[in-house]
């Protein structure tokens, strides 16, 4: 029987089809240092352990609230109105299986075919394909690595229509690490403010950077209302396989996005949400020493690269990727991919998977050891007379 049609254009996170190849090799004998990944490589705290561990015990095992216990719905509001200087009440919060299902549930909502969208390329994948996948249309904007990754504003004002439907900003982003800086997102909320549209707003990496803390544009005049806010506990709180994030909505969405969660998933599974509450209202200790660290191998990592011929690395702000433009290698970012992972051993991903303007970079994740991230400097080094 053939698929239907719609199936033809959704598309994929290309990552874990490298994490499946890196693991292929390596199972034939291979040895492969992994920087595909985009998960920390940090145990989930063990006080979140434990009350995951506690609330199995205690019975958290049944159905809960489509959207969310209304406990942990209030302390996100409070958690996310107290980070971001804005006013939000649990009533707006809906607790999904991680932070992606938001970007499907939003889209499904308010695209009709034809509707534009303006999304970050190099991007997270998923926006893309969900857009191609809703019939809607693609505006990719084109990240400028001399602006830290941010978009060029007169391309965005420019990029916009009165067909868009959709802006997505993702701050601190991924594969980039750019920071969207205050000035920027304030210039963007002028030019949106007014128009018949959504913002969404991926704030996943939001704990993540080393700069200054990244804002949201939800502090803006007018912008709470046409924004929405994905966040979670994937990055924060190393919990990517607890499943556990949540979308911010505006009053007049939340009863759509709870229809589409209780078609799909029900609820949330009750005991991760109970772990959830435990990280937002316990110590925040784990998550200051995991940033520590990863800013001492993104300083590492970002040196490591610049030392090798054709490589030209930026300071990345937050999240923990590096995303070096390689263009001086002479190779396609997808061709220097297979290089490396087949002949240095080490698995990272072609820019070109996040897109069109992802072309000439490279994605490497520093959510590993220190001294596995020298030695896979050590090995791309050793590979790298294969270009000069
Ligand atoms: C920008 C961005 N948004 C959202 C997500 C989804 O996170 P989750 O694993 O919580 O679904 C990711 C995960 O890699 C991401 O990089």
Same mark, same amino acid.
């Given at each position: 029987m ?5 199936m033809?254009?959704?598309?994929t ?11 292929a090799?390596?199972?034939q ?7 595909e ?6 145990p989930?705290?063990?006080h979140?352990k ?6 199995i ?10 959207a969310?216990f209304?406990e942990?719905?209030?302390?996100i509001?409070?958690?996310i109105?107290r980070?971001?200087g804005?006013t939000v009440?649990?009533s707006n919060?809906?607790i ?6 938001i970007?499907?549930?939003l889209m ?7 509707d534009?969208v ?6 997270f994948?998923?926006y ?10 693609r505006?990719?904007?084109p ?5 830290g ?6 391309t965005?004002?420019?990029a916009?229509s009165p067909k868009?439907k +959709?802006?997505v *900003?993702n701050? @601190? ?13 304030k %210039?963007? &909320?002028d030019?949106?403010r007014?128009?018949d ?8 990496y ?5 700069e200054e803390a990244?804002e ?7 912008m ?9 506990f ?7 396989g607890w499943r ?8 007049w969405l939340?009863?759509a ?15 991760t949400?109970r772990?959830? +509450?435990?990280? *937002?209202?316990? @110590?925040?200790?784990a998550?200051?020493?995991?940033v ?5 191998r %993104?300083? &590492? ?5 610049n030392s090798?011929?054709g490589f030209r690395?930026?300071t ?5 990727y ?6 001086g290698?002479?190779?396609s970012?997808k ?7 087949t002949?240095a051993?080490v698995s990272?991903l072609?820019?070109a998977?996040?897109?069109?303007y992802?072309n ?6 520093y959510?590993?050891s220190l001294?596995?991230?020298e030695?896979?400097?050590n090995r ?9």
């Amino acid at each position: 029987m053939k698929l239907a049609e719609r199936m033809s254009r959704i598309g994929t996170e290309s990552a874990f089809e490298v994490l499946a190849r890196a693991r292929a090799l390596e199972a034939q004998g291979k040895s492969i240092i992994h920087l595909e990944i985009g998960q920390p490589d940090f145990p989930t705290p063990q006080h979140i352990k434990e009350a995951g561990k506690k609330a199995i015990d205690d019975g958290w095992t049944g159905y809960g609230p489509t959207a969310g216990f209304p406990e942990v719905r209030e302390a996100i509001a409070e958690y996310i109105s107290r980070t971001r200087g804005i006013t939000v009440s649990g009533s707006n919060v809906c607790i999904v299986p991680g932070g992606k299902p938001i970007m499907y549930f939003l889209m499904t909502a308010i695209l009709e075919p034809g509707d534009e969208v303006i999304y970050p390329n190099p991007g997270f994948p998923i926006y893309e394909s969900l857009v191609d996948f809703l019939g809607a249309k693609r505006v990719p904007m084109p990240l400028v690595e001399e602006r830290g990754f941010s978009f060029d504003l007169t391309t965005f004002e420019q990029a916009l229509s009165p067909k868009t439907k +959709l802006v997505v *900003l993702n701050s @601190p982003g991924n594969p980039t690490g750019g920071v969207i800086p205050k000035d920027d997102l304030k %210039r963007i &909320a002028d030019l949106v403010r007014d128009r018949d549209l959504v913002v969404l707003s991926d704030e996943i990496y939001s704990r993540i950077f080393y700069e200054e803390a990244p804002e949201s544009i939800t502090q803006f005049d007018g912008m709470l209302e046409k924004t929405v806010i994905l966040d979670g506990f994937s990055k924060t709180y190393s919990m990517t396989g607890w499943r556990l994030g949540y979308g911010v909505f505006p009053a007049w969405l939340t009863t759509a996005i709870e229809r589409l969660m209780v078609n799909s998933n029900s609820c949330t599974a009750s005991f991760t949400q109970r772990a959830g +509450l435990a990280a *937002l209202q316990g @110590p925040q200790d784990a998550v200051d020493v995991m940033v520590k660290e990863f800013r001492r191998r %993104r300083d &590492a990592i970002v040196a490591g690269l610049n030392s090798i011929p054709g490589f030209r690395c930026s300071t990345p702000a937050g999240a923990f990727y590096a995303f070096p433009n390689i263009t001086g290698t002479g190779m396609s970012s997808k061709a220097l991919e297979e290089l490396l992972m087949t002949e240095a051993g080490v698995s990272c991903l072609s820019g070109a998977a996040f897109g069109e303007y992802g072309n000439g970079y490279m994605r490497f994740s520093y959510a590993n050891s220190l001294e596995n991230i020298e030695e896979a400097l050590n090995r791309i080094r050793r590979v790298s007379s294969r270009w000069t």
